[in-house]
């Protein structure tokens, strides 16, 4: 079992800034992919991003290309996601992972946390 708790959410203007953790506890941290998800109302769960067991293999989605940034610190348990030059269109609760494999597609992921809701004001 693998328990992951996301923190940093927030309310924030359009262009502003702010960093999602996700701390893991439970099994071997570096065994994990982590990912990192997002739910807007009334819409299914989106890939945002995702990171290797290592931290150099990344993948993001087109949507968030150039303006996120993900990362890992295996000594600490945690996955970071950066997030600049927000827009409201990125308002959703967020959500981190943790997968065997570099996966996009949530059904892969076996573990989630429970969402920090982030909030983009125009």
């Known amino acids: 079992q693998v328990q992951l708790v996301e923190s940093g959410g927030g309310l924030v203007q359009a262009g502003g800034s702010l960093r999602l953790s996700c701390a893991a506890s439970g099994r071997t941290f570096s065994s994990y992919a982590m990912g990192w998800f997002r739910q807007a109302p009334g819409k299914g769960r989106e890939f945002v991003s995702t990171?290797?067991?290592?931290?150099?293999?990344?993948v993001y989605a087109d949507s968030v290309k150039g303006r996120f940034t993900i990362s890992r610190d295996n000594a600490k348990s945690t996955v970071y996601l950066q997030m600049n030059s927000l827009k409201p269109e990125d308002t959703a609760v967020y959500y981190c992972?943790?997968?065997?494999?570099?996966?996009?597609?949530?059904?892969?992921?076996?573990?989630w946390g429970q969402g920090t809701q982030v909030t983009v004001s125009s």
């Open positions: 992972a943790a997968d065997r494999v570099l996966d996009t597609n949530p059904l892969a992921y076996d573990y």
């Open positions: 990171i290797g067991r290592s931290g150099i293999a990344t």
